[in-house]
């Protein structure tokens, strides 16, 4: 995520993708789309932030399966700005959806969980800290 400027609430702040072989899909898109991936260093292994060719505009991640993620689905997800996410999870669950990941924190960043709505729909729901 952009620590620039904070997202609105409702804004789609984020999207990024979570597999098993994270460095043959960061090459995958940056051959594809001509992205420019960064390292992360996550401790004992890096993700990586997709950045556009011309001025390194973050415009993605692409992340381990590992640890904290290990649970996330192997699709593109938007990560979505909420003002409460514990308010947020309650309404999903009442209103005939699931969490599929829970709660956690992103460094000093905020807390995210990810969500499937009653179609099957999958989206990540964003709490920013502060």
């Known amino acids: 995520m952009n620590d620039e400027a904070k997202p609105e609430v409702g804004t789609i702040a984020w999207t990024d993708l979570t597999v098993a072989d994270a460095e043959g899909i960061r090459d995958f898109y940056a051959k594809v789309l001509g992205w420019v991936p960064a390292p992360v260093d996550m ?4 993700d990586f932030t997709m ?3 011309d001025d390194q505009t973050a415009v993605a991640g692409v992340c381990h399966a ?3 993620n290990a649970d996330l ?6 990560y ?3 003002a409460d996410l514990d308010r947020s999870m309650r309404q999903c669950e009442e209103s005939g959806g699931e969490i ?3 709660a956690r924190t ?3 960043m905020g807390r995210y969980c990810v969500i ?3 179609a099957g729909a999958v989206l990540a729901l964003f709490e920013l800290a502060g």
């Not at 401790?43 to 890096?46: A, D, K, L, M």
């Not at 689905?73 to 938007?78: E, F, V």
């Open 73 to 78: 689905p192997a699709q593109w997800l938007n």
């Open 51 to 53: 950045t556009t060719p």
């Open 100 to 102: 599929v990941a829970p």
């Open 116 to 118: 499937r709505d009653p």
């Open 66 to 68: 590992r640890g904290g």
């Open 80 to 82: 979505v700005i909420v």
């Open 106 to 108: 992103m460094g000093t």
């Open 43 to 46: 401790g004992t292994y890096s």
